[in-house]
């Protein structure tokens, strides 16, 4: 059935359902050209939260840009402008995102230096009626950052939690991997003490699956030294600044990377790509690509 969406329709999941949505920004198509019908209410939404919600808010896990800043969903959008308050990761980053699609919601720092106080700060606000949207400074908030905490003491105290999906850097960049998608292991940051990083690769040495790292500038080459000692010359993928201008690819095995890597200047987060034990190997040579 053809889709038919007319703006005077759309209602946003806020409070009680029917709140009209805000004009979108003037860059953006007006909702009515799409093609359909429909009610864009949350359908997770049940009896029990809404006979709440009048007396608690809701706390929206929203995915923003790894880089470009076209690369966000207009619902994120949205819920940006709707709820009372933004919990950024990086106060300065995230108001260059709300600048440049003019939204005016006050933000309030969230992370790894004030989560243990801030986290109750927040659910208190959400439990007195605030509705909150988590944001990290790139990707899918709670994905080797502070925002899966939030997350965990929201369920413990009850409070509703809606995602809001969009761009991962580490799906964007298995996406372009070439190794085996259909299973794969995600093993975020190793730590940063060789002894325990080492004996981190060492269970994942015998891993026939796809593997996913992310790791710092600094740490790059030690990384990757030591994941060539434990797991063998395996093929591997480094992406940097995807979706940005500079933008970078590198593949090939693991120990000619380091090579090409040695005389550089490493700049960014690397999402690594990782080929499994019984991956087929397909480099003999190092292959950049801008």
């Known amino acids: 059935m053809p889709l038919n969406w007319p703006t005077d329709e759309i209602k946003f999941a806020r409070g009680a359902y029917g709140q009209r949505e805000q004009a979108a920004p003037s860059s953006l198509a007006p909702i009515s050209t799409l093609s359909g019908t429909g009610d864009c209410r ?22 923003t840009p790894i880089g470009n800043l076209e690369d966000i969903t207009m619902r994120a959008m949205r819920v940006l402008r709707e709820v009372d308050l933004i919990a950024a990761e ?35 606000k959400a439990k007195s009626g605030l509705d909150i949207a988590l944001v990290s400074d790139a990707g899918t908030p709670g994905v080797s950052d502070p925002g899966s905490r939030l997350v965990g003491e929201a369920i413990d105290a009850h409070i509703p939690l809606v995602p809001v999906p969009g761009v991962s850097a580490s799906l964007t960049a298995l996406s372009i991997s070439g190794f085996h998608t259909d299973r794969f292991v995600f093993a975020g ?8 990083r080492r004996k981190e690769l060492e ?4 891993e026939p699956r796809t593997m996913i790292l992310f790791e710092a500038p ?9 994941l060539t000692e434990v797991l063998g010359n395996r093929d591997i993928v480094l992406a940097k600044e995807m979706t940005k201008m500079f933008e970078q690819v ?3 095995p693991a120990r000619e990377v ?7 200047t490493i700049k960014g987060e690397y999402t690594v790509i990782v080929n499994g034990r019984e991956g087929e190997k397909k480099s003999t040579s190092v292959d950049i690509c801008h």
């Open 42 to 63: 949350h359908p997770v939404m049940d009896s029990h939260t809404l006979n709440h919600r009048a007396h608690q808010g809701t706390i929206y896990v929203v995915s």
């Open 90 to 124: 990086s106060v300065i980053h995230t108001k260059k995102l709300c600048a440049y699609y003019h939204i005016t919601t006050p933000l309030t720092s969230y992370n790894s230096h004030n989560q243990r106080y801030k986290g109750r700060v927040l659910i208190e």
């Open 189 to 196: 940051f190793l730590s940063r003490k060789k002894g325990r």
């Open 203 to 206: 269970v994942l040495k015998d």
């Open 218 to 226: 600094h740490r790059l080459v030690k990384m990757l030294t030591d």
């Open 250 to 252: 590198v593949r090939g």
């Open 258 to 264: 380091v090579s090409s890597l040695k005389d550089t």
